[in-house]
């Protein structure tokens, strides 16, 4: 049987048609197609034309994962940044689905971990087995527009989705240069607090760069005319943190202390999430930004800031961190999910 997954977003829609691969339980991918959210009024026409051009010469899915990029009840969501509402159960009694959820796109991910392959991710560090703890907890972290944070218990296949909204927790300086950027932010986006997502994303980075930016030494940066495009083309905007991380890599230093303010609250933040949820099956990176910065993962300056806990920092060094490479994680790990969804 063949089964659907969808990673919905606020800029594009992936779909998949997926079947059971023969050897194991992982999910093997048929057809794919991406979509541009804006070129359509409605999800429903875009599922539509997918199943009508893309699938003609399969079966039809019996089973449909989508993960969506917004507040979730009841099987239903709500897509802020296109005014779409997305129901689970229309869905399933429209298209002939047996079975269809809509799930948070980054929770989704959890699903995908037990299927992962060697080429999906890399390990940052091993770990080790200590007597008397739970290596079915796992956790992820991704910082990619935003920040996102799911946990969840992990047995075998057997998967548990423990929902969090961690990435909106208050972002804790823990220099003065860090207490000074937090200051400026809030006056410059006229907020009462700033949370993690507000520095630890691409957003967040590009906001880093302009407070840097800010300050008298670099007033002729290269970036200042730039700076005044953002202001006025959101396109622009999102552009901005791959011009910070390429400046960075040709020596520019002021991008270079960028990234590294960017990195060390990344890195303080992970360590921040292994002592809370103690997950010693895991502490997985994810998110947009992930496979772009595996080497900074492993740089000495980011392991210094993970470990940064004090007496507990040996319970750091016991839980296995990786990072996912596969920039379809969730499109993946929907089909993951899809797959259990056709024994329901």
Known sequence: MNFLACDLGGTKVLLGI????RNNNSPKLIIKKKYLSSDWSSFELILEDFLKKECKNISHPSSACFAVAGPLSNNKAKIINLSWNISGNALKRKFNFKSCELIN???VQIYGIPFLKKNQYSTIQN???SEGTNNDLHAIVGAGTGLGIA????????VKVLASEGGHVEYSPKSKLEWELKIWLKNYLKVERISCERIISG?????????RLSKPDAQNHR????????KISDAARKELPEKICNLSKEGDEIMIEVERIWLSAYASLLGDVALQELCFGGLWISG???SKHFKNFKS???LKQFFDKGRLKDILKSIPMKVILDEEFGLFSAACRAKMLLKT
């Not at 997926?18 to 691969?21: H, M, N, P, R, Y």
């Not at 946990?151 to 057997?158: A, L, V």
């Not at 970036?223 to 495009?229: G, H, I, R, S, T």
């Open 223 to 230: 970036l200042q005319q730039y700076l005044k495009k953002i």
């Open 288 to 290: 947009g930004t992930a």
């Open 127 to 129: 770990g080790f087995y």
């Open 105 to 107: 796109d980054f929770a």
């Open 300 to 302: 000495d300056l980011f």
């Open 151 to 158: 946990r969840g218990i992990i047995s075998g296949e057997k």
């Open 18 to 21: 997926f079947e059971k691969e």
């Open 203 to 211: 957003t967040g980075l590009s906001r880093i760069a302009e407070w």
